[in-house]
């Protein structure tokens, strides 16, 4: 989905390596979530409640998951698709109280990271 590869090229990579964001990569990872999102939109959620119909599945949790990991540094692939942002607030409310417990986790290691990245200088002017 190209969600955990922009993660690791927006926060991961560049902390461990003490290197610059490649704005370039990132760029091109941004476009890949940004295509994903729509096509899970437009395709699978066009007359469902759900990917695979009327009940909650992996496949949604996945999905929601993979796309919350752009959520934690920066990019948000919901704003621009009412109709998935509805989606993935069905899951993770579903999913409650865990989905929260596993997001909290991910949420802190992104926050910790970009706060490295911008500590060290390395976040090339990119915000959150």
């Known amino acids: ?20 964001v490649d704005l370039k990569k990132l760029e091109n990872y941004k476009s890949g979530v940004l295509k994903v999102a729509a096509a899970i939109d437009s395709y699978f959620l066009q007359d469902r409640k ?6 909650v599945s992996i496949a949604d949790l996945q999905a929601v998951c993979e796309l919350e990991q752009v959520l934690t540094v920066g990019l948000d692939p919901f704003r621009d698709h009412q109709r998935l942002a509805d989606w993935a607030k069905r899951v993770r409310d579903i999913t ?14 992104a926050q910790r990271l970009l706060q ?3 500590d060290d200088k390395l976040d090339s002017g990119l915000g959150a």
């Not at 759900?50 to 009940?55: D, K, P, V, W």
């Open 96 to 109: 409650q109280p865990h989905y929260e417990g596993a997001t909290t986790t991910v949420y802190g290691v």
């Open 1 to 20: 989905m190209n969600c955990s590869v922009y993660f690791q090229h927006r926060s991961i990579r560049p902390a461990l390596k003490k290197a610059p």
């Open 116 to 118: 490295k990245l911008k």
């Open 50 to 55: 759900f990917m695979l119909g009327s009940e």
